[in-house]
């Protein structure tokens, strides 16, 4: 009989933040890894530079790079970890969130393709397909959120990809993964998702089947809302295709921002397991106060895709988007008197933060305009940060009292 050997076992997410891509000791025995600030790198002699070349053009050249706009050390060893965390071959990290989508969406796009996005999406995303995309031949058709039978109306023959957030931005709409990736193998159509409110810990795409998974890690990644950054989770094929137009736009992550990024990734797990506790019991109360209309957090049984996301996510973020009663003025009393969560735009930082969408991200629009793409005047978004649980319900409870 042959001696029986078991398989490796696969490290758990957290062990992966902590630890995955990393390879050997780090430059003066150093636990992190040192930041390689440099724009240029240099070559030995003419053969040095001759055989990087050779190995660069058979795919063979690994780290080693000639200029900062083609790779960099701390670069890579994020991206390798956001891969091992998110179960993709590879990662290309950008300089922002907006950097991954544009750059993605230019490298797999043409002039005369069609796409269609769900209307929940980030709006300078649906901003960058209606407006810019159009000016160069690419059509956008919009369709209701999680509504993978209308993505599927939307289907043309010139149609190139199907594009979605899940959760999506601000009513936390959750879609069939495993229907958005067979629609798109069925029409041999690539398939997106923006899955910066999930997380790699609490939904990952690419296991259901989608081609694409596209991450804000300016948000929960990075975790402490002190760096900009991008993310693009596929296979090897996909993302070379998406390299290659970034090295010409350069849009690249500089390392400094790199560096912040994987430290703050290492902690992800924690902070993580503490936002979806603070989402679930901040969402729960919400739904039993009076002063409270509606409460959107898939969490809760009353949201539409509750099922849904019970079925896909581990977990189900620290994102709470309600309606107070009342009309604008009763929200922003409301804002105005909590006193943990700051006012800004964004989330998944360790601090909570709070917003009106239509005072913050859709401030421009008229109110004819804001409330067709579904924003109403009552809505509040509140993105939860590490805080006790305890404090942020009495916060909001003294808040709330107000209306």
């Not at 053009?57 to 900062?68: E, H, K, P, S």
């Not at 912040?260 to 106060?289: D, I, P, S």
């Not at 009763?330 to 105005?336: E, I």
């Amino acid at each position: 009989m042959g001696t029986m050997t078991n398989p490796p076992v696969q490290p758990g997410s957290s062990t992966r933040a902590v630890h995955a891509g990393t390879s050997g000791p780090h430059a003066h025995n150093a636990i992190v890894q040192p930041v390689v600030q440099s724009a240029t790198y240099t070559f030995a002699d003419t053969q040095d530079l001759t055989q990087h070349q050779q190995a660069s053009l058979l795919g063979q050249a690994g780290d080693r790079v000639d200029y900062g706009r083609y790779g960099n050390a701390t670069v890579a060893q994020v991206e390798r970890r956001l891969a091992a965390l998110e179960g993709s071959a590879e990662c290309v990290l950008f300089a922002s969130g907006m950097a991954a989508v544009t750059t993605t969406l230019l490298a797999l796009l043409g002039s005369g393709a069609h796409m269609v996005i769900t209307d929940d999406s980030y709006r300078r995303t649906r901003q960058f397909c209606l407006t810019f995309l159009n000016r160069f031949g690419v059509e956008t058709s919009v369709v209701p959120a999680a509504d993978v039978g209308a993505l599927a109306a939307a289907i043309r023959p010139n149609t190139r990809m199907l594009v979605s957030e899940s959760p999506t931005n601000p009513y936390l709409r959750c879609l069939d993964l495993n229907a958005f990736a067979a629609l798109g193998k069925k029409h041999n159509i690539y398939t997106l998702i923006d899955s910066t409110f999930a997380t790699p810990l609490n939904c990952r795409p690419l296991e259901h089947g989608v081609d694409l998974v596209i991450h804000s890690a300016t948000k929960y990644l990075g975790g402490h809302n002190d760096l900009l950054a991008g993310a693009l989770c596929a296979s090897a094929q996909l993302t070379g295709i998406v390299r290659q137009l970034q090295f010409l736009l350069g849009g690249v992550l500089d390392p400094q921002q790199a560096f912040l990024l994987g430290r703050g990734m290492k902690t992800l797990a924690l902070r993580v397991e503490r936002q979806n506790e603070n989402g679930q019991r901040v969402a729960e109360f919400l739904a039993t106060h009076p002063a409270v209309e509606r409460v959107w957090y898939p969490g809760l049984a009353t949201h539409p895709d509750h099922n849904t996301a019970r079925a896909q996510m581990c977990g189900f973020g620290g994102v709470v988007s309600f309606e107070v009663r009342g009309d604008l003025a009763a929200a922003s009393r409301v804002v105005d008197r909590v006193q943990i969560p700051l006012i800004a735009p964004s989330l998944g930082g360790v601090e909570s933060l709070i917003e009106q969408p239509a005072l913050m991200s859709f401030f421009e629009l008229d109110t004819a305009e804001r409330l067709a793409v579904g924003i109403k005047d009552n809505l509040i978004r509140l993105a939860l940060g590490i805080e006790d649980t305890a404090d942020l319900i009495a916060d909001l409870q003294r808040a709330l009292a107000s209306t």
